[in-house]
């Protein structure tokens, strides 16, 4: 059996979202699969499957976007099939926050503020700390409660956030969730201890 690709998954999908995760992707040396944009997402979980084994880098940064649509939409139908996937080892997810109509909801681990802090509290669309403890509300995030996940972050929208996290600015927030996770999974420790294999 192939070694799984080491994966993180991002609850959005729109432009500015691809232009942050396209960047990040550059600076950690991974890949973003730019295809997975799309609001609501347009691939499937078997064909964002095939594009992720055949990205030459790990880690590798996936899209999935509902758009809004009640319960499980084409986005967390695709999540949920990339994320149970034998091939694929999810390292954590970014879910992002939205002002959404359903009060669809996730659990947790840990939260960005617009700041760039580590919060226990959940954030809102804008990236400024909510209310509740340990979760936040998306239009995306409706299935992640039941899967095997096992490093959630949230954050606000991604590339806005009152301009905290634009492009011009290299996406701060983004790129600290997206670092939090690889810290967290050790992908770090595990490349280093492969690269050292290699030599």
Not at 68 to 97: F, N, P, S
Request: hydrophobic share 35%; charged share 30%.
């Amino acid at each position: 059996m192939d070694t799984p690709r080491r994966v993180i998954l991002v609850t959005d999908g729109d432009e500015y979202t691809k232009r942050a995760l396209e960047s990040i992707a550059r600076k950690i040396g991974g890949r973003c699969i730019s295809k997975s944009q799309g609001n609501p997402s347009k691939l499937s979980g078997p064909e964002l499957v095939k594009l992720i084994k055949k990205a030459p880098h790990d880690p590798v940064l996936v899209m999935f976007d509902d758009s809004g649509i009640i319960g499980e939409g084409a986005g967390e139908t695709a999540l949920r099939y990339v994320a149970t996937h034998q091939d694929i080892e999810v390292l954590g997810v970014v879910a992002v926050a939205a002002k959404t109509k359903n009060k669809e909801w996730t659990k947790v681990d840990v939260s960005i503020d617009r700041e760039g802090e580590l919060t226990p509290y959940g954030v809102d669309k804008f990236g400024i700390a909510d209310l509740e403890v340990g979760r936040i509300n998306g239009d995306t995030v409706y299935c992640l409660d039941e899967l095997n996940i096992p490093f959630i972050v949230g954050i606000g929208d991604i590339g806005k956030m009152a301009r905290r996290d634009s492009y011009e600015l290299g996406c701060p927030i983004t790129e600290k969730a997206v670092e939090l996770i690889l810290e967290r999974s050790g992908f770090f420790e595990s490349n280093a201890s492969t690269d050292m294999a290699d030599s």
